[in-house]
């Protein structure tokens, strides 16, 4: 938020006339929400629900905290829910809804990135594959491995 103590000292810079160009940008542009993004609905928690099982749907907040912080916890999000497919046909699934209602959506493997790129910004849905560690194929030779 523009309140935190890191936004309120890059608006010092820019109030005095020094800095970047580019710091003086971060300041002045607030990121916002894009509103061609639909909000989730119980609707689609339910529809998540009949795709993936209990299991597969976390809206606690509880559960959902490590999903919205890198794990640097560098970063916070605000995701509201948590997907866990446990196959490609899965993912294609809830893809296919999300696409269809213009859900947005974070991709999480590990959640060990150091950019933040996989915190949730806004509201978007995080489709965590984290469950889906089905071997397909492993080659002792090269020493690769194939997970679904």
Not at 37 to 49: G, K, M, V, W
Not at 118 to 143: I, Q, Y
């Amino acid at each position: 938020s523009l309140s935190s103590p890191w936004a309120v000292a890059l608006q010092q810079v820019v109030q005095s006339g020094a800095g970047s160009a580019s710091q003086r940008w971060m300041v002045t542009s607030a990121v916002q929400r894009d509103p061609k993004y639909a909000a989730l609905t119980q609707s689609d928690i339910e529809h998540f629900r009949k795709l993936l099982g209990e299991e597969g749907v976390l809206t606690d907040p509880d559960a959902i905290a490590p999903h919205n912080r890198d794990w640097m916890r560098k970063y916070e999000g605000h995701s509201k829910l948590v997907l866990r497919p446990t196959s490609t046909e899965q993912v294609s699934s809830v893809l296919a809804h999300c696409n269809a209602r213009r859900l947005a959506v974070v991709p999480q493997g590990g959640n060990t990135g150091l950019v933040g790129g996989g915190v949730p910004l806004f509201d978007e849905v995080v489709v965590c594959t984290a469950r889906m560690n089905k071997v397909v194929a492993l080659d002792p030779v090269s020493g690769t491995l194939v997970a679904e």
